[in-house]
Nanobody
């Protein structure tokens, strides 16, 4: 069983920055994919960023160059640094996990087993 708790969301103006955190507990090994997703009202949940099992960071095209995923193994925490935020980044942001090794970024939302409660990001123009 894995528990995920997101934090760090908020309201910012366009061009601003936020850093999201995903605290992971309950897992004792590193054989998990953990991915950031987001969902805007009326839209499907979409993948934002993840580390593949080889350590490569992957991003959706619209956030490349603006968002950075990182992790602190000592704290069991995954981060998402979001810079140059745009109104279209407004969404509920979730982290999700599945016990699996491979190309984590390619996994769809339905394939992830564990989900956090989400943290809201609102970007005003």
């Amino acid at each position: 069983q894995v528990q995920l708790v997101e934090s760090g969301g908020g309201s910012v103006q366009a061009g601003g920055s936020l850093r999201l955190s995903c605290a992971v507990s309950g897992s004792t090994d590193s054989n998990y994919c953990i991915k950031w997703f987001r969902q805007a009202p009326g839209k499907e949940r979409e993948g934002v960023a993840a580390f593949d099992s080889d350590g490569t960071a992957k991003y959706r095209e619209s956030v490349k160059g603006r968002f950075t995923i990182s992790k602190d193994k000592s704290k069991n925490t995954l981060y998402l640094q979001m810079n140059s935020l745009k109104p279209e980044d407004t969404a509920m942001y979730y982290c999700a996990a599945i016990r699996w090794l491979g190309r984590c970024f390619l996994l769809a939302p339905s394939e992830y087993t564990y989900w956090g409660q989400g943290t809201q990001v609102t970007v005003s123009s």
